[in-house]
């Protein structure tokens, strides 16, 4: 059954209020960082912890006024405190709250993401290992080339969401620092014993440089390589799309009971998750470069990236756990025909052995191009005739003046094309062969 998907967990992360929670934790932290270097008294400290708190509506009423987001909640915020709330956001500027939030919420969704990818990965491993031996024609330029196996295509997917692993846990640790350092950067108006308790109580770290912003090729990484996930995956889907054409009809995303494809032509199962996922891969990669525009602003600061910020990090977040979701299950059970495969491995009578078979006849003395030409000009004469390579080759005069008929036959051992494939396996999947940390 194909599951409901809901986006509860990513979802809130963007909410106002967990915005708001952030930002309301970040000024407290900083009261108290203040009172523990000695900067506020202690009982100030104590009192804004336990008074502190805010109201959305009203919140969001007075932000209709100030026109300002942060000095809304702070308004809010302080009015609820008391005499001790004038502590709050001292030296500090509202970008030291807004990017420190945010690079809070980017790690949150970052590590959401992060545990629906390794599931998408350990359900294309073991795919792999399933369909390991499942022999397939393998196709460059969408043309017949050599026999592979299905496995080994899944293989070839799981090894580059391996990496897609590494690339995003580099990302979010990134992402992952957060700044107190005033108006420029300059930390004027800021003890940097204060910075530094507000990071290590929230897990961040301390971004050693930053103008009034923490710079934006920190983010511009973190949506590039959604992006590239992203890519990933559609390039996954796409090829199932490929696969899934009646004319090839080797494997296909599930069709669940009660399903319809059409609805004008009852017959039709169309592959509409991958498509799905292909569109919204356009999505990802459109907002990537919506995130490298924003590295270039004007000096120390303008707020220019701020409403492009706004979409895309929470919608790029929410697009890719979801495609995550949706292709887990696709891969998961996804309908393998095996006798397509077989039945397209010898759809071209043969021609997938071609190198082979010049192979052989190079070992026989031949030049490399002098075999060549014998072998592509009986592949031509098979294609133009209908009539099989394999029979051909049989009887053709120029092979045989150099090849037995018994030899000639071990170039269409199909066994034999697919001998090193368990070697690949053991390269890919042992501890040895693998990057450090997947």
Same mark, same amino acid.
């Given at each position: 059954?194909?599951?409901?998907?809901?986006?509860?967990?990513i979802?809130?992360?963007?909410?106002?209020?967990?915005?708001?929670?952030?930002?309301?934790?970040?000024?407290?932290?900083?009261?108290?960082?203040?009172?523990?270097?000695?900067?506020?008294?202690?009982?100030?400290?104590?009192?804004?912890?336990?008074?502190a708190?805010?109201?959305?509506?009203?919140?969001?009423?007075?932000?209709?006024?100030?026109?300002?987001?942060?000095?809304?909640?702070?308004?809010?915020?302080?009015?609820?405190?008391?005499?001790?709330?004038?502590?709050?956001?001292?030296?500090?500027?509202?970008?030291?709250?807004?990017?420190?939030?945010?690079?809070c919420?980017?790690?949150?969704?970052?590590?959401?993401?992060?545990?629906?990818?390794?599931?998408?990965?350990?359900?294309l491993? #073991?795919?792999? *290992?399933?369909?390991? $031996?499942? +022999?397939?024609?393998?196709?460059?330029? %969408?043309?017949? @080339?050599? !026999?592979?196996?299905?496995?080994?295509?899944?293989?070839?997917?799981?090894?580059?969401?391996?990496?897609?692993?590494?690339?995003?846990?580099?990302?979010?640790?990134?992402?992952?620092?957060?700044?107190?350092?005033?108006?420029?950067?300059?930390?004027?108006?800021?003890?940097?014993?204060?910075?530094?308790?507000?990071?290590?109580?929230?897990?961040?770290?301390?971004?050693?440089v930053?103008?009034?912003?923490?710079?934006?090729?920190?983010?511009?990484?973190?949506?590039?390589?959604?992006?590239?996930?992203?890519?990933s995956?559609?390039?996954?889907?796409?090829?199932?799309?490929?696969?899934? #054409?009646?004319? *090839?009809?080797?494997? $296909?995303? +599930?069709?669940?009971?009660?399903?319809? %494809?059409?609805? @004008?032509? !009852?017959?039709?199962?169309?592959?509409?998750?991958?498509?799905?996922?292909?569109?919204?891969?356009?999505?990802?990669?459109?907002?990537?470069?919506?995130?490298?525009?924003n590295?270039?602003?004007?000096?120390?600061?303008?707020?220019?990236?701020?409403?492009?910020?706004?979409?895309?990090?929470?919608?790029?977040?929410?697009?890719?756990?979801?495609?995550?979701?949706?292709?887990?299950?696709?891969?998961?059970?996804?309908?393998?025909?095996?006798?397509?495969?077989?039945?397209?491995?010898?759809?071209?009578?043969?021609?997938?052995?071609?190198?082979?078979?010049?192979?052989?006849?190079?070992?026989?003395?031949?030049?490399?191009?002098?075999?060549?030409?014998?072998?592509?000009?009986?592949?031509?004469?098979?294609?133009?005739?209908?009539?099989?390579?394999?029979?051909?080759?049989?009887?053709?005069p120029?092979?045989?003046?150099?090849?037995?008929?018994?030899?000639?036959?071990?170039?269409?051992?199909?066994?034999?094309?697919?001998?090193?494939?368990?070697?690949?396996?053991?390269?890919?999947?042992?501890?040895?062969?693998?990057?450090?940390?997947?």
């Amino acid at each position: 059954m194909i599951p409901r998907y809901s986006l509860p967990e990513i979802a809130n992360i963007w909410s106002d209020e967990y915005r708001y929670d952030l930002w309301l934790e970040i000024e407290v932290l900083y009261c108290e960082g203040m009172a523990g270097a000695g900067l506020i008294p202690k009982k100030a400290s104590r009192e804004i912890r336990k008074r502190a708190g805010y109201n959305i509506a009203r919140v969001l009423k007075i932000e209709r006024k100030t026109r300002h987001d942060v000095i809304a909640f702070l308004t809010d915020m302080a009015g609820r405190i008391g005499p001790s709330g004038r502590y709050l956001h001292m030296g500090m500027t509202s970008s030291d709250l807004l990017d420190t939030a945010l690079a809070c919420q980017m790690r949150a969704a970052g590590l959401v993401i992060l545990k629906k990818l390794k599931k998408f990965r350990t359900v294309l491993k #073991r795919q792999a *290992v399933r369909y390991k $031996e499942t +022999p397939m024609v393998g196709r460059t330029h %969408g043309i017949h @080339a050599e !026999p592979i196996t299905f496995g080994l295509k899944l293989l070839v997917w799981y090894a580059e969401m391996d990496r897609n692993v590494l690339r995003f846990e580099r990302a979010i640790e990134e992402i992952s620092v957060g700044k107190v350092t005033g108006a420029v950067g300059t930390m004027t108006n800021i003890d940097h014993r204060v910075e530094r308790y507000v990071m290590r109580s929230l897990g961040l770290k301390t971004d050693p440089v930053t103008t009034q912003i923490i710079q934006r090729d920190r983010h511009a990484s973190y949506l590039t390589t959604l992006a590239v996930i992203g890519s990933s995956i559609e390039k996954m889907a796409t090829e199932i799309r490929g696969l899934q #054409r009646p004319e *090839v009809g080797e494997a $296909e995303e +599930p069709f669940t009971r009660g399903q319809k %494809g059409s609805s @004008a032509m !009852p017959h039709k199962r169309n592959p509409i998750v991958c498509e799905r996922i292909a569109g919204m891969a356009r999505i990802l990669r459109a907002n990537s470069l919506a995130a490298m525009e924003n590295v270039a602003l004007w000096h120390e600061r303008d707020i220019s990236h701020s409403s492009v910020e706004r979409v895309i990090i929470p919608d790029s977040t929410m697009l890719l756990a979801y495609m995550l979701e949706k292709f887990t299950w696709v891969i998961g059970n996804l309908r393998v025909n095996r006798k397509a495969m077989m039945r397209n491995l010898g759809e071209t009578g043969g021609l997938i052995y071609s190198q082979r078979l010049m192979l052989l006849l190079v070992d026989k003395g031949l030049s490399r191009d002098e075999a060549y030409r014998i072998v592509q000009r009986a592949a031509m004469k098979g294609i133009r005739s209908g009539k099989v390579f394999r029979e051909l080759i049989a009887r053709d005069p120029a092979v045989l003046k150099h090849c037995s008929k018994k030899e000639i036959e071990t170039v269409f051992d199909l066994d034999a094309c697919l001998e090193k494939v368990g070697f690949i396996f053991n390269r890919v999947l042992s501890k040895r062969g693998r990057p450090k940390g997947s």
